[in-house]
């Protein structure tokens, strides 16, 4: 799977827009982008996953780019509650699911 | 949404013994399981791939003597760390995969904190 590269911390103001990087240069035409994020001491949760067309959905909009080579994840209204690690994974999904997770971005909603 | 249960939250244990963890997906039949690990602030790490029925595929640097894994039925994967020390202490997570689902196919467990003394 494609390796990913986020910044390791972000900080955002609560009721404001937050607005995940995620680079993944070497992505292949197969593969899909996911986004997960984990609360601390819980297991991951899903976000929104997408292959080539922005997608939204009730928690947030994921954007990648024409080439693909870069994916923004946006949270449109922050809250205190949405601090936490968020992560971009790559995977073509099909028979090989298995998710590798990288470091991802630590984003802290501040009041 | 699809539910994984796991269980204990959290268990604390005595250096060489045994501690079983159970991954149970409650509303649909995983064929597939898989197991992380995460240790303080750090990322997760995939420790095990748990086929339904046969046996399961180990990552690299893995113990497979030591970290036993059994998915006996379409909805249950255990997960035993045998002769555990205080190295092995660590947050474990189980994710099971839903082929029927819509969205979403991987589900996690809300994770197991195991300390050893």
């Known amino acids: 799977d494609a390796k990913t590269t986020q910044p390791t911390s972000m900080d955002c103001a609560e009721g404001r827009a937050a607005n995940l990087p995620c680079n993944h240069s070497?992505?292949?035409?197969?593969?899909?982008v996911y986004w997960y994020r984990q609360i601390h001491s819980q297991g991951p949760q899903y976000i929104i996953h997408?292959?080539?067309n922005n997608e939204t959905n009730e928690m947030a909009s994921l954007i990648i780019t024409e080439d693909r080579k870069s994916s923004t994840l946006i949270l449109p209204h922050a809250t205190l509650r949405d601090t936490a690690v968020y992560y971009c994974i790559v995977n073509s999904g099909g028979s090989n699911y298995k998710l590798t997770f990288g470091k991802g971005t630590l984003l802290t909603v501040n009041p | 949404g699809a539910v994984v249960s796991q269980h204990p939250s959290w268990v604390i244990c005595k250096s060489g013994t045994s501690v079983k963890i159970e991954c149970r997906s409650l509303?649909?039949?995983?064929?597939?399981m898989f197991w992380y690990r995460q240790f303080p602030k750090q990322s997760l790490m995939l420790m095990a791939t748990?086929?339904?029925?046969?046996?399961?595929?180990?990552e690299q640097g893995v113990e497979k003597d030591k970290f036993l894994i059994n998915h006996a039925s379409l909805t249950l994967s255990t997960l035993t760390v045998t002769s555990a020390h205080p190295e092995d202490s660590s947050f474990y997570i189980c994710s099971a995969l839903n082929w029927g689902a819509n969205n979403e196919k991987l589900f996690f467990g809300s994770g197991t904190q195991l300390s050893v003394l």
């Open positions: 997408g292959l080539k």
């Open positions: 509303d649909f039949q995983a064929t597939t």
């Open positions: 070497t992505i292949s035409g197969n593969e899909y």
């Open positions: 748990s086929n339904e029925g046969s046996k399961a595929t180990y």
